[in-house]
């Protein structure tokens, strides 16, 4: 009767854990799912519909890795599926959305642009995997892919305020795909934000901010995403820059002192 008695018990804690390391993945083909569904809604022409997929594919793929780290359910198996979805939703959909956005008429060389930024996805995602074991945990090495996507989502969604039917614009749209790929493909640190613990302590000031934030968001969402876009893109090659100018300057100014204080003795006999 023991036995018989331990043997539920058992196979009840494995289905609570077959569970726990479920709930990860199911954010993972939610993620898939809109990739899948924006690539349809994009061959369709329903282009704002699909942005919008992808921004909410971005939402679950930044979730489920936070809750597989909060159940403790990491996995090899995780991190490659992960992966093969972020190649969908923030590969292959971005870039068949901004061809039929606005690369459709520029010929050969707007499908050509728009595989580059798949191209340039994928190699992204392979570095990030042979690479995560010993990379920085606060910065990403490269543009991450899914902010990658966002950015050419949030181009689509701001379309009623460009002309496509300008070829400068049309050009400008090429070229603005060409620098998100570069940047994704580019050494530039982009923060992870990783470090970011709901379970801390926080001052009343953060909950106003993020308050505000909501409202701001909720009000005029468009407008503000391209504001954290640009924002977000810009702080890598800002931060580049920044660490520059500080290594230039601390050294130059560090012998101009003497022990005391004092300037340095000058020699007679040269400069």
Known sequence: MRRRSRQPRRSARESLQWGIYLIPSLFTVGNMLCGFAAVVHAIHGRLTLA????????VLD????????????????????????DVISFGIAPAILIYQWGLWNLGRGGWAVAFLFLVAGSVRLARFNVTVATSDREHFTG???PAGAGALSVLVLV?????????LVNYTACAFVLLVSLLMVSKIPYRSYKDFNLRRRWPATAFFVLAVAIAVIAVSPVPTMAVLCAAYLLSGPVEVVGRRRCTQLSPATAP???THGEPPPTRADGP
């Open 62 to 85: 930044g979730l489920d890795g936070r809750i597989a780290r909060l159940t403790r359910a990491t996995s090899e198996f995780g991190k490659e599926y992960d992966s093969l979805a």
């Open 159 to 167: 379309q009623p305020a460009l002309p496509l039917g300008n070829p």
């Open 256 to 258: 101009l002192e003497g």
């Open 143 to 145: 543009l991450p892919i």
């Open 51 to 58: 942005a919008w997929l992808l921004i909410l594919a971005g």
